[in-house]
């Protein structure tokens, strides 16, 4: 796993427009800043290396390297990550009903990890509309008031730096996957010496296929609507194939072939559906509504989620096994279609290659890949 | 004083011969190396009843100077070679109608740009203009040829051109200065007479075809009178190996170079202090004395080329010459001179050995030097408020992040150019350009340009510049942003009032002119903040940067360092906190040495953590807003 | 006034240091002081932006027939007053010879660019041993230091004219420049100035 500095990262990731945004270099030292959904850098750098760079889920993302230091074994070809469990879960009766997308099984988990001590904090995505920012929430109360879908992705670990430098130790994390992977990067390359920032005690992961470049999204929707007015938006699960908007005047619906063109060019390359470095992964449940599929991990997430249905956060159900199949399926795609566009465009490293690359694996894996064999 | 030598700065020389010419009125705009005339007759204003001014820009300051000179005062009008660009619109007109009361203008040179952003010629407005030129070699002569100048403008009824140069201007010699008349003087504008009347009517340079004619006849006698003028004069032996032809302070440049070379018996000076237009008879007296002429001047090759158009119109008398100067190349086309190069000319013409020193010496010397004489940048002084202000914009515009740039002109702040400022000034030209171009640069949207401009200017060239190219801006709607670093004074010449302060030249009460109402006035959307706050600068940039609606203006409102009110005076006593500091082991890569870049910081080799020199800190306190850590503390009342 | 007898004509000084330190005023008082002697005095100096930071000059010819060239030639420094030790060799590799001599106020100011780590300033005795090798007799004192004892850092230039007047290179009086800090700067000063040209003379030495 290499490490290098601040210039390497505006090589490697800013400049070829890889950066989703996600906060992780930002308010580690004063030169990274997120501003209007995206990182930039205030002034030049030229430190030999630097968390910014090895922290960052977009510099080169050692598959093989974070699944022996994190899991213990390689990084399989198949399969979505590990885990004890696939559920169907929802919010419990001691969670109100709020504006959740699908069940509201983070709100729940989060609001567990709070009661039960095990975090102080938890780092989610709030704001209303176009306006995302990411929100340390204390409170169940904090935690429903963000409640709600966004698809763009917000500086989220922006937020976690700044609640470590401000003394909250153990802190939640709600994640997309590329979050999820800057965070495992954090688990894997630890770097105690410069501060409190670090990894998150927990780490509630997002399904996701792809996110909206912010500034990107901003612009088309400005087209159409007034920014000011929007109120929420959703994609429905398929067939809808659309992204509705609600607003004051009503809602709006919008084709997703005519926003594919704002999705990063980072999302080409990723290999994770369902936040596979996270402890447990929380996404629709398509068929079903009203309810979330939820992956559990590892023990941790275990016991939160006993702990959870124990004191009414939760409510959980078997999950068909069709549906697994099903999202296993999906989870496989992803996979195949990222590691395929890394190789595809030269940003896919095996052993043995030393220049810096999007993605690296073993190199069975490496060898399936270039034979098509992942699929 | 009076009759002992003294030493005088020339520009001090100047305003001594002002004096002494019974001027009565002076005004001019501040410029470097032009502004300590104006100052010196501002503080003599009181004692000999002058009335003197700095006016808002230097167009203004020669009108006000020629109304002296039309109601029967003596007048003067000082200001650097550019402002001559300013004035000339003007100029041209006066030129064409006359003055009446003797009238000089100084106009004062910096071959070799040490104050400028140009190596501009002024004397080619003598030419282009049709009025006489002088130029002093020395200060005696500095102080006596001003003097005279006043005769002269007299004598022919027109304005009189005074070039001097910095190395004259900002040098000191041994002046012995005369008497000063009494105050006095009264002030009347006549204009009952015919047009055509040029001591009793209205005064104009039309009609064209009279008052043209007029004033060449006015410049046909000045070049009378130049034939016998004291301050052309020639130094050498009566038939020397090569005439050299020289004006200003080359002149000095060439007395050392032929004493060191040892040939003062091989060459002959003829030293001209009426350059234009130039005296024919005089010039082919000393014409004839050799075939071999070299021309020392700085900047452009105005004598060269005037003596070379004389001998051409003389070739019959005085046979064909060899010239050296500029043109063929013996000496620089660019750049001030100074001994050694006049020396090198002279010695290779010559055929002459020259070595200023041991070889051995040199050797060393040499050797020694680039290990150790790394240049000083410039930079903005500690305590100045432009360091935290482009510290600011430069954050703005990387958080803006679509490559937006920032147009600049004339004050301390084009130091913005360099590192001191970030390298943040994309264009630098004239005082107000950046505000007219980033007018310009604002309306190329419709042909894609998707980068956001920003202007920046200081407060005496909002006023002397700026003010037409914003309400430009705001006319036409330009999507641009002008930054006003207001610090309260015109700080890179010293100080001097302008039409925003609370007292004139003379130190009198003034109306200030408020540079915010102005903008408001405008319709312009008028944002002020404190530089020193860094985040609510800021933020403040950010937002301009973002609409793109119009024309808006930040004023950055905070005084400078080395203003009177604040020199000498800490408002925090600064200092680090080692605990604190984590040095080379912080993230930041030591952000306040290596890029905010303070003088007023050091890195300490032997802690690797930061430090405050307390003999350059000026405690202005910014930079505790820089550090990551809070490591650098401040505490009032120092 | 008869003219002081000087030992060259003219007798060539440079005061050198950074924009900011006062170069300016030692000059003009020193150029003052050598004039009431009765003797011609030349000084070029620049300023403006060149003050800001920036390496600074002033060139003193000294003379007892005349104005000179307010630039001196290459290679012919008698002697440098520099207010700061970098600038005194950058004075010496352009102007210096094997009789040049020189004071150094010993106290550095680093450039920003040696501030901001892209250059490095040299070590002490490095740069003593590179002033050594350019004059024929050289005075390294710390000005600075003992003027912010005497309550500011300006007062250096008074220090340095004082250790100049020591050297008996140029009539430069007691009495002659007690006159001259009385004109320049009142009264109300004369006393400190004094104990600062005082102190550059004991650092020399008689």
């Given at each position: 796993?290499?490490?290098?500095?601040?210039?390497?990262?505006?090589?490697?990731?800013?400049?070829?427009?890889?950066?989703?945004?996600?906060?992780?270099?930002?308010?580690?030292?004063?030169?990274?800043?997120?501003?209007?959904?995206?990182?930039?850098?205030?002034?030049?750098?030229?430190?030999?290396?630097?968390?910014?760079?090895?922290?960052?889920?977009?510099?080169?993302?050692?598959?093989?390297?974070?699944?022996?230091?994190?899991?213990?074994?390689?990084?399989?070809?198949?399969?979505?990550?590990?885990?004890?469990?696939?559920?169907?879960?929802?919010?419990?009766?001691?969670?109100?009903?709020?504006?959740?997308?699908?069940?509201?099984?983070?709100?729940?988990?989060?609001?567990?990890?709070?009661?039960?001590?095990?975090?102080?904090?938890?780092?989610?995505?709030?704001?209303?509309?176009?306006?995302?920012?990411?929100?340390?929430?204390?409170?169940?109360?904090?935690?429903?008031?963000?409640?709600?879908?966004?698809?763009?992705?917000?500086?989220?670990?922006?937020?976690?730096?700044?609640?470590?430098?401000?003394?909250?130790?153990?802190?939640?994390?709600?994640?997309?996957?590329?979050?999820?992977?800057?965070?495992?990067?954090?688990?894997?390359?630890?770097?105690?010496?410069?501060?409190?920032?670090?990894?998150?005690?927990?780490?509630?992961?997002?399904?996701?296929?792809?996110?909206?470049?912010?500034?990107?999204?901003?612009?088309?929707?400005?087209?159409?609507?007034?920014?000011?007015?929007?109120?929420?938006?959703?994609?429905?699960?398929?067939?809808?194939?659309?992204?509705?908007?609600?607003?004051?005047?009503?809602?709006?619906?919008?084709?997703?072939?005519?926003?594919?063109?704002?999705?990063?060019?980072?999302?080409?390359?990723?290999?994770?559906?369902?936040?596979?470095?996270?402890?447990?992964?929380?996404?629709?449940?398509?068929?079903?509504?009203?309810?979330?599929?939820?992956?559990?991990?590892?023990?941790?997430?275990?016991?939160?989620?006993?702990?959870?249905?124990?004191?009414?956060?939760?409510?959980?159900?078997?999950?068909?096994?069709?549906?697994?199949?099903?999202?296993?399926?999906?989870?496989?795609?992803?996979?195949?279609?990222?590691?395929?566009?890394?190789?595809?465009?030269?940003?896919?490293?095996?052993?043995?290659?030393?220049?810096?690359?999007?993605?690296?694996?073993?190199?069975?894996?490496?060898?399936?890949?270039?034979?098509?064999?992942?699929? | 004083m009076e009759g002992q030598r003294l030493t005088m700065m020339g520009n001090q020389a100047i305003t001594q011969g002002a004096l002494e010419a019974g001027v009565r009125v002076a005004a001019g705009y501040p410029g470097t190396p032009s502004s300590e005339i104006i100052q010196n007759l501002a503080g003599a204003a009181d004692e000999h009843g002058l009335y003197v001014e700095w006016s808002?820009n230097e167009k203004v300051s020669l009108?006000v100077a020629a109304?002296a000179s039309?109601?029967?005062l003596r007048s003067l009008c000082a200001m650097k070679q550019n402002g001559v660009n300013v004035a000339s619109?003007?100029l041209?007109?006066l030129a064409?109608?006359?003055v009446?009361a003797g009238m000089v203008l100084v106009h004062c040179d910096d071959p070799g740009a040490l104050s400028s952003v140009n190596e501009g010629e002024s004397r080619h407005f003598a030419r282009m203009l049709?009025l006489p030129l002088l130029e002093p070699s020395d200060f005696q002569e500095a102080k006596d040829m001003t003097k005279w100048a006043f005769e002269l403008s007299e004598e022919i009824?027109n304005l009189v051109m005074l070039r001097s140069v910095t190395r004259l201007s900002h040098a000191s010699g041994g002046v012995v200065p005369g008497p000063i008349p009494?105050p006095?003087?009264?002030?009347?504008?006549?204009?009952?007479?015919?047009?055509?009347?040029?001591?009793?009517?209205?005064?104009?340079?039309?009609?064209?075809?009279?008052?043209?004619?007029?004033?060449?006849?006015?410049?046909?006698?000045a070049?009378?009178l130049f034939?016998d003028s004291p301050f052309n004069s020639y130094v050498g032996?009566?038939?020397?190996?090569?005439?050299v032809i020289t004006s200003s302070i080359c002149n000095l440049y060439v007395k050392e170079a032929l004493a060191l070379?040892?040939?003062r018996?091989?060459?002959?000076v003829l030293k001209l202090g009426t350059t234009w237009p130039l005296p024919?008879?005089l010039?082919?007296?000393?014409?004839?004395?050799?075939?071999?002429?070299l021309v020392v001047e700085e900047v452009i090759p105005f004598l060269e080329?005037n003596v070379?158009?004389?001998?051409?119109?003389?070739?019959?008398?005085?046979?064909?010459?060899?010239?050296?100067g500029k043109?063929?190349?013996?000496l620089p086309a660019q750049g001030e001179l100074n001994p050694d190069l006049v020396l090198k000319a002279l010695?290779?013409?010559?055929?002459?050995?020259?070595?200023?020193?041991?070889?051995?010496?040199?050797?060393?010397?040499?050797?020694?030097?680039?290990?150790?004489?790394?240049?000083?940048?410039l930079?903005?002084?500690?305590?100045?408020?432009?360091?935290?202000?482009?510290?600011?914009?430069?954050?703005?515009?990387?958080?803006?992040?679509?490559?937006?740039?920032?147009?600049?002109?004339i004050g301390c702040?084009s130091?913005?150019?360099?590192?001191?400022?970030?390298?943040?000034?994309?264009?630098?030209?004239a005082m107000?350009?950046?505000?007219?171009?980033?007018?310009?640069?604002?309306?190329?949207?419709?042909?894609?340009?998707?980068?956001?401009?920003?202007?920046?200017?200081?407060?005496s060239?909002?006023?002397h510049?700026?003010?037409?190219?914003?309400?430009?801006?705001?006319?036409?709607?330009?999507?641009?942003?002008?930054?006003?670093?207001?610090?309260?004074g015109t700080a890179m010449t010293g100080f001097q009032p302008h039409?925003?302060?609370?007292?004139n030249a003379l130190g009198?009460?003034?109306?200030?002119?408020?540079?915010?109402?102005?903008?408001?006035?405008?319709?312009?959307?008028?944002?002020?903040?404190?530089?020193?706050?860094?985040?609510?600068?800021?933020?403040?940039?950010?937002?301009?940067?973002?609409?793109?609606?119009?024309?808006?203006?930040?004023?950055?409102?905070?005084?400078?360092?080395l203003?009177p009110?604040?020199?000498?005076?800490?408002?925090?006593?600064?200092?680090?906190?080692?605990?604190?500091?984590?040095?080379?082991?912080?993230?930041?890569?030591?952000?306040?040495?290596?890029?905010?870049?303070?003088?007023?910081?050091?890195?300490?080799?032997?802690?690797?953590?930061?430090?405050?020199?307390?003999?350059?800190?000026?405690?202005?306190?910014?930079?505790?807003?820089?550090?990551?850590?809070?490591?650098?503390?401040?505490?009032?009342?120092? | 006034m008869?003219a002081a007898?000087l030992?060259h004509d003219p007798y060539n000084l440079i005061i050198t240091g950074v924009g900011g330190q006062g170069n300016v005023l030692a000059s003009r008082m020193l150029g003052n002081v050598l004039t009431s002697q009765g003797l011609w005095v030349t000084i070029g100096e620049t300023f403006g932006a060149s003050q800001r930071g920036g390496s600074v000059m002033s060139h003193l010819r000294v003379s007892e027939q005349g104005s000179w060239s307010p630039q001196i030639p290459a290679?012919k420094a008698h002697m440098v007053l520099a207010l700061?030790?970098?600038e005194?060799?950058r004075v010496?590799?352009k102007y210096?010879?094997?009789?040049?001599?020189?004071?150094?106020?010993?106290?550095?100011?680093?450039?920003?660019?040696?501030?901001?780590?892209?250059?490095?300033?040299?070590?002490?005795?490095?740069?003593?041993?590179?002033?050594?090798?350019?004059?024929?007799?050289?005075?390294?004192?710390?000005?600075?230091?003992?003027?912010?004892?005497?309550?500011?850092?300006i007062?250096?230039n008074?220090?340095m004219i004082?250790?100049l007047?020591?050297?008996?290179?140029l009539p430069v009086?007691?009495?002659a420049f007690?006159a001259e800090l009385?004109r320049a700067l009142?009264?109300?000063?004369?006393?400190?100035?004094?104990?600062?040209?005082?102190?550059?003379?004991?650092?020399?030495?008689?």
């Amino acid at each position: 796993m290499i490490t290098r500095g601040p210039r390497q990262l505006l090589a490697e990731v800013q400049q070829p427009g890889l950066c989703i945004g996600c906060g992780s270099c930002v308010e580690l030292c004063p030169y990274f800043r997120s501003h209007g959904g995206k990182t930039v850098m205030l002034h030049d750098c030229d430190l030999a290396e630097g968390r910014c760079h090895a922290w960052c889920p977009k510099t080169e993302l050692d598959l093989e390297g974070l699944a022996q230091t994190l899991w213990g074994r390689p990084y399989p070809a198949q399969g979505m990550g590990p885990h004890l469990a696939v559920v169907a879960a929802k919010a419990g009766p001691r969670l109100e009903s709020g504006s959740y997308q699908g069940g509201g099984t983070v709100s729940a988990l989060v609001c567990a990890a709070l009661d039960e001590g095990l975090v102080q904090g938890a780092v989610l995505t709030g704001g209303q509309g176009l306006q995302t920012a990411p929100r340390l929430a204390a409170t169940p109360e904090e935690v429903i008031a963000c409640a709600g879908s966004r698809f763009t992705a917000a500086p989220t670990l922006a937020a976690l730096n700044r609640a470590q430098a401000q003394g909250c130790g153990s802190v939640a994390v709600v994640a997309t996957p590329c979050q999820a992977a800057a965070l495992a990067q954090r688990r894997a390359k630890p770097w105690p010496q410069r501060g409190a920032a670090g990894p998150a005690e927990l780490v509630i992961g997002l399904f996701c296929n792809w996110s909206l470049d912010p500034q990107g999204l901003a612009s088309f929707l400005a087209q159409r609507v007034e920014p000011r007015e929007i109120r929420s938006m959703d994609i429905p699960p398929p067939p809808a194939g659309v992204l509705k908007v609600e607003t004051g005047q009503g809602s709006l619906e919008i084709p997703l072939d005519e926003i594919r063109g704002l999705i990063p060019p980072a999302c080409g390359l990723c290999p994770d559906m369902t936040s596979e470095w996270a402890d447990l992964a929380v996404g629709m449940y398509e068929g079903r509504p009203g309810w979330n599929t939820l992956v559990v991990r590892n023990e941790k997430a275990r016991a939160l989620t006993e702990a959870a249905v124990e004191k009414g956060w939760l409510v959980m159900e078997k999950f068909p096994a069709a549906n697994q199949e099903h999202l296993l399926q999906a989870a496989q795609g992803k996979r195949s279609r990222g590691l395929s566009a890394a190789l595809a465009q030269g940003l896919l490293g095996g052993p043995g290659d030393d220049q810096p690359k999007a993605l690296r694996v073993g190199s069975e894996l490496y060898k399936a890949v270039e034979n098509g064999e992942v699929a | 004083m009076e009759g002992q030598r003294l030493t005088m700065m020339g520009n001090q020389a100047i305003t001594q011969g002002a004096l002494e010419a019974g001027v009565r009125v002076a005004a001019g705009y501040p410029g470097t190396p032009s502004s300590e005339i104006i100052q010196n007759l501002a503080g003599a204003a009181d004692e000999h009843g002058l009335y003197v001014e700095w006016s808002i820009n230097e167009k203004v300051s020669l009108e006000v100077a020629a109304a002296a000179s039309l109601a029967g005062l003596r007048s003067l009008c000082a200001m650097k070679q550019n402002g001559v660009n300013v004035a000339s619109d003007f100029l041209l007109h006066l030129a064409g109608s006359g003055v009446r009361a003797g009238m000089v203008l100084v106009h004062c040179d910096d071959p070799g740009a040490l104050s400028s952003v140009n190596e501009g010629e002024s004397r080619h407005f003598a030419r282009m203009l049709e009025l006489p030129l002088l130029e002093p070699s020395d200060f005696q002569e500095a102080k006596d040829m001003t003097k005279w100048a006043f005769e002269l403008s007299e004598e022919i009824g027109n304005l009189v051109m005074l070039r001097s140069v910095t190395r004259l201007s900002h040098a000191s010699g041994g002046v012995v200065p005369g008497p000063i008349p009494a105050p006095g003087g009264q002030a009347r504008f006549d204009h009952h007479g015919s047009p055509r009347d040029l001591r009793h009517g209205p005064v104009s340079s039309a009609p064209v075809g009279y008052k043209h004619r007029l004033q060449q006849e006015k410049l046909k006698r000045a070049v009378e009178l130049f034939e016998d003028s004291p301050f052309n004069s020639y130094v050498g032996p009566e038939s020397p190996e090569l005439l050299v032809i020289t004006s200003s302070i080359c002149n000095l440049y060439v007395k050392e170079a032929l004493a060191l070379l040892d040939a003062r018996d091989r060459v002959g000076v003829l030293k001209l202090g009426t350059t234009w237009p130039l005296p024919p008879k005089l010039l082919q007296r000393h014409l004839q004395r050799c075939e071999q002429v070299l021309v020392v001047e700085e900047v452009i090759p105005f004598l060269e080329e005037n003596v070379k158009i004389a001998a051409a119109e003389m070739a019959g008398e005085i046979g064909a010459k060899k010239f050296f100067g500029k043109r063929e190349g013996t000496l620089p086309a660019q750049g001030e001179l100074n001994p050694d190069l006049v020396l090198k000319a002279l010695a290779g013409i010559l055929d002459l050995p020259y070595q200023a020193r041991p070889a051995q010496y040199d050797r060393l010397a040499q050797e020694l030097a680039p290990q150790a004489t790394q240049d000083r940048e410039l930079a903005f002084c500690p305590g100045c408020p432009h360091r935290a202000s482009f510290w600011s914009l430069k954050e703005a515009l990387a958080l803006d992040d679509r490559d937006g740039f920032i147009c600049g002109d004339i004050g301390c702040y084009s130091l913005a150019m360099r590192p001191s400022g970030y390298g943040l000034l994309k264009t630098l030209h004239a005082m107000g350009s950046g505000a007219g171009m980033a007018s310009g640069f604002g309306q190329l949207g419709r042909f894609g340009m998707d980068q956001p401009v920003m202007a920046v200017s200081g407060d005496s060239t909002f006023y002397h510049a700026v003010i037409p190219a914003l309400i430009n801006a705001v006319h036409q709607k330009s999507p641009m942003s002008l930054v006003v670093l207001d610090n309260s004074g015109t700080a890179m010449t010293g100080f001097q009032p302008h039409p925003g302060t609370e007292a004139n030249a003379l130190g009198q009460p003034v109306p200030p002119v408020d540079i915010e109402a102005i903008c408001r006035s405008l319709g312009a959307e008028v944002t002020v903040c404190d530089p020193f706050d860094l985040k609510a600068t800021q933020a403040a940039a950010v937002g301009l940067l973002a609409d793109q609606s119009t024309a808006k203006v930040l004023i950055l409102r905070q005084l400078c360092a080395l203003s009177p009110q604040r020199k000498g005076t800490k408002p925090y006593e600064v200092r680090v906190d080692p605990e604190k500091c984590l040095g080379d082991q912080c993230g930041c890569n030591r952000l306040c040495t290596r890029v905010f870049g303070c003088p007023g910081l050091a890195w300490e080799k032997e802690s690797g953590k930061a430090r405050i020199d307390e003999v350059i800190c000026a405690g202005c306190g910014v930079c505790a807003s820089v550090c990551p850590q809070g490591a650098i503390i401040i505490s009032e009342g120092a | 006034m008869a003219a002081a007898k000087l030992m060259h004509d003219p007798y060539n000084l440079i005061i050198t240091g950074v924009g900011g330190q006062g170069n300016v005023l030692a000059s003009r008082m020193l150029g003052n002081v050598l004039t009431s002697q009765g003797l011609w005095v030349t000084i070029g100096e620049t300023f403006g932006a060149s003050q800001r930071g920036g390496s600074v000059m002033s060139h003193l010819r000294v003379s007892e027939q005349g104005s000179w060239s307010p630039q001196i030639p290459a290679g012919k420094a008698h002697m440098v007053l520099a207010l700061e030790p970098l600038e005194a060799l950058r004075v010496l590799v352009k102007y210096g010879n094997p009789r040049a001599k020189a004071i150094v106020n010993s106290r550095p100011i680093l450039p920003v660019a040696a501030i901001a780590g892209r250059t490095s300033y040299p070590a002490t005795e490095e740069l003593e041993g590179m002033l050594a090798q350019l004059t024929a007799q050289r005075w390294s004192i710390p000005a600075t230091d003992r003027a912010m004892k005497l309550g500011a850092s300006i007062f250096a230039n008074i220090i340095m004219i004082g250790a100049l007047a020591a050297t008996g290179d140029l009539p430069v009086s007691r009495e002659a420049f007690e006159a001259e800090l009385r004109r320049a700067l009142g009264h109300a000063k004369v006393a400190v100035n004094l104990e600062a040209y005082d102190l550059g003379v004991a650092m020399v030495g008689q």
